[in-house]
């Protein structure tokens, strides 16, 4: 019968086996590769990521101010802030007529889109409208004559993702 070779100098003077600087030096090494690699890989889908739950958020607000202006029988809008970085839903001041409020509740709290995303482009059948300049542009009104149009979202590595938002019915898609 033969007896089973020791796979280091250790083990031939009876002592443990243990690993060597080198070797966990080697496995350091490894294991730190395949972090930076991992880490590389998940920036670009948080981009992404980012990008579609502001197009969710905003498609979100824009929808329930056309449903508050059919429901309540009172105008809402989507009021952008800060050159289109944030915005707020805002119904029409019933004492006031013209003038907008902010609404209760979460709604009507200032959003801020996240940051490396911001709306790039806001256009309605006959015109692109200045992005900087956007006091009452996606307005819905009880009996219609609502916004209806596509809005633009982009991301620092330029990828886009457009809101479109259906005349009569105030449908909205996310493409």
């Not at 889908?45 to 449903?67: E, P, S």
């Not at 409020?101 to 059948?125: D, F, H, M, N, W």
């Not at 009996?143 to 449908?171: C, M, S, Y």
Request: glycine share 8%; net charge neutral; aromatic share 6%.
């Amino acid at each position: 019968m033969q007896n089973h070779m020791p796979w280091n100098k250790r083990s031939l003077e009876g002592g443990i086996g243990a690993f060597t600087l080198v070797e966990m030096l080697l496995v350091l090494v490894l294991l730190a590769t395949l972090t930076g690699t991992m880490a590389v890989s998940l920036g670009g889908r948080q981009d992404r990521h980012a990008i579609r739950v502001c197009a969710k958020d905003l498609a979100t607000a824009i929808r329930f101010c056309a449903a508050q202006a059919r429901l309540k029988g009172q105008s809402h809008r989507v009021a952008f802030y800060e050159g289109a970085s944030a915005y707020r839903v805002e119904a029409a001041d019933a004492v006031q007529g013209d003038d907008f409020v902010p609404v209760y509740g979460q709604a009507g709290r200032k959003r801020t889109l996240v940051k490396g995303v911001e709306v790039t482009a806001i256009s309605t059948e006959d015109r692109e409208l200045d992005v900087d300049d956007l006091t009452d542009v996606l307005t819905f009104r009880p009996k219609g004559n609502n916004f209806h149009g596509k809005i633009e979202l982009r991301n620092r590595k330029d990828e886009a993702i457009t809101i479109e938002v259906l005349p009569t019915t105030a449908q909205v898609h996310i493409d």
